[in-house]
């Protein structure tokens, strides 16, 4: 007869990453269907190029989602280098833009990424991803 095994609880800081990662994947998908409307009055190569950026950026947010039960360490660290690539863009964008302020630093666009980044660091989130 094969036995039960009980899987440990996921801790809080990995759900508190995953319910962030989880909004930004949604707001990215309203984002990229704004992003859609406009490309059909306001087309340039910038735009394309902005447009690949949120869309890939979105879709590997998903895709690491969707992997997120498998408690492996390489959603963990996929994870911290998606957030680490979505909210230094956002900065970079904003400093090529020459908009770079405190408001900027502040913004939900860089605070997300680096809360899924710190949570992700937690040692309870390192030890139930560490399987």
Partial sequence: ?????QAGRMPATARAARFI????????LVGLAIMIGVAATAFSAPFLLLFLYASSITALMGWLLSRWP?????????????????GGGYLAM????GDLSWIKLLAPSTLLPLAVVITLLTPSAA???DR
């Fill in 21 to 28: 990662m989880t909004l930004e994947v949604a707001f990215g």
């Fill in 1 to 5: 007869m094969t036995e039960v095994i």
């Fill in 70 to 86: 498998s408690r492996r360490k390489f959603v963990r660290w996929g994870a911290i280098a998606v957030e680490v690539v979505a």
């Fill in 127 to 129: 030890h139930w991803f």
């Fill in 94 to 97: 904003a400093a090529i833009d």
